[in-house]
């Protein structure tokens, strides 16, 4: 494929009901290995996290990474937002490989990782300006983008307190506000919702439709089941490295003959 510019999508498109939609993801025989632990022995083999991954997510789509803790979602999402180099294997953003460019790939590119890593001593409206401002924006259009993200992530009530005085649920919502400041045309979470109660989650949740529907392609990693099966578009299961199934809910199902996602994904996670 011919690379092309972030700011002018040429990734493979898809057919869909009503128009094409592109590619804005794609995952290609994507490794990383990690040095041998040499307190094992000169004989100690380097250690696969991630073993030849390949998958793809189109503009207006949530694709969940489904696996147990230490399957290689956290590694495999790390390489796609340019933070871990892979050891084989690319990522394209809209069409660019991400380790060609990696300035590019973070203007295109919203990235949330479990621990929100907000500034204690600051606001959410100063953490938003400051990383606005990092973005290329003007003051003005900077403070236009907060306007909306405290509509859409109801941070009125808090938009001018310190970080440190925040909620779980309020710091998470200002994390995501971070990630959407520059309006990036592709969102990566590594578990948002981790360390949230139920409504909060679920407040997260709904805003990743709400972000899909204006055409931004998402990837998503969980470990709970109900969580992807209510946001997801697509799953793709990772086991010891490997992606074991993708597709919708109901391709898992009718694949391993299973009437749920958990049955589905316990036998397709059971080595022999």
Known sequence: MTDAPLDDPAAEDAEVPGGTRPTLIEVSGLRREFEADRRQGPAAEPFVA?????????AGEIYGLLGPNGAGKTTTIRMIAGLL???EGTVRLMGRVVTDDLLAAKRALGYLTA???LY???TPREILRFFGELHGFSRART????AALSADLDLEEFLDRRAEKLSSGQKQRAAIARALVHDPAVLVLDEPTAALDVLS??????LLRV???RGKAIIFSTHHMSEAELVCDRIGIIHRGQMRAEGTVSALLEAT?????TRAFLRLVDDP
């Open 50 to 58: 991630v073993d030849g991954i390949d998958f793809s997510v189109l």
């Open 85 to 87: 180099r892979p050891t």
């Open 115 to 117: 621990d929100t890593g």
């Open 120 to 122: 204690g001593r600051l």
């Open 143 to 146: 403070d236009e983008r907060i």
């Open 201 to 206: 989650a679920k407040f997260i949740l709904d």
């Open 211 to 213: 972000e899909a529907s």
């Open 257 to 261: 003959g299973e009437p749920s996602l």
